[in-house]
DNA sequence: GAGTTTTTTGCAACAGTATTGCATTATAAA
DNA sequence: TTTATAATGCAATACTGTTGCAAAAAACTC
């Protein structure tokens, strides 16, 4: 895991450091987006202002996107392999959970197609934001609800 | 015109207060979405910490709603009538232009309807993101090519 | 492997954004 | 008019984001 991490700064003509091999495996391992506060919990001591740069620097070369999720709180996460530092393709839908804030990439749900022309404003893009509750907390939320029942 | 935010702040059984009639009638009279600093800039003299409580109160009571525009620099705009303090009704699409930054509603474009269950996901809201070019900055760069093609 | 060049990091400094508390002021109600 | 309530202005603080520079690390060259 930790070679592909490596094998993805190379192939992006991006030096093989110390904070960059941790973040990217962060981001590797993440099963949803994560804010620059999630990674600076996710270790003991980090530089924040380093932490910017590399996200901004990842997010040029087309390693990590933006997941836009509505809260106006810049998350990323890992791009598809198909993403370029001339390209992002992540052509796919977000979901936020309002239980837990927790921000999942929806890669089976495409943003929608729109036409390119609509009142007279060119679209070059249209990205979709989904929110509601996610499962683990839908989990939760069911067992909580069994545990009140119980008690009445 | 004045009378109008007038009304809309009795209509929400907010106080009168000379703060709101500016904000609110600033708000009216916008073709696209504000951001805090944008409402600053309006006015000479206006506190700053006032403007975010106003904003917040506005939110709270269905008058104004988050333009959510995929920069995550928060934007509000006016709500149609039917929002109240207990739900928001902007159902619709917002459009950002990436040349002047502008952020307006396309209130005829409407949020795609979406299933309820999404991989074990409840998914209640859906909100679309438009990005391109408005018609405003169409014209200049038209207008822009237009003077370039006479100048070879 | 050593030396040189380039890139990245850590830190200071600063700018911009957002929230809370409290006294005062303004508005609404009686 | 007086009283009660809501809103404002200000200080203070916390959080988020950017820039510059010297030092450290990584990459390159021989």
Chains 1, 2 share one sequence.
């Not at 999720?69 to 992540?90: M, Q, V």
């Amino acid at each position: 895991m930790a070679s592909n991490s490596i094998k993805i700064l190379e192939e992006n003509g991006l030096s093989k450091t110390e904070v960059r091999k941790k973040v990217l495996n962060l981001f590797i391992d993440s099963a949803c987006a994560l804010s620059l506060s999630d990674i600076e919990a996710a270790f003991s001591k980090i530089d924040r202002i380093t932490l910017y740069r590399t996200l901004k620097t990842f997010e040029n070369k087309g390693i990590i996107h933006k997941a836009v999720d509505g809260t106006n709180h810049p998350k990323y996460a890992i791009c598809e392999a198909s993403c370029s530092e001339h390209k992002h393709e992540d052509d796919h839908a977000h979901f936020h959970c309002l239980s837990c804030g927790k921000t999942v990439c929806f890669e089976h749900v495409p943003n929608p197609a729109i036409p390119e022309l609509l009142n007279g404003y060119v679209v070059e893009e249209a990205t979709l934001i989904l929110s509601g509750t996610c499962k683990e907390c839908l989990v939760q939320k069911k067992s909580r609800i069994s545990i009140t029942e119980t008690l009445e």
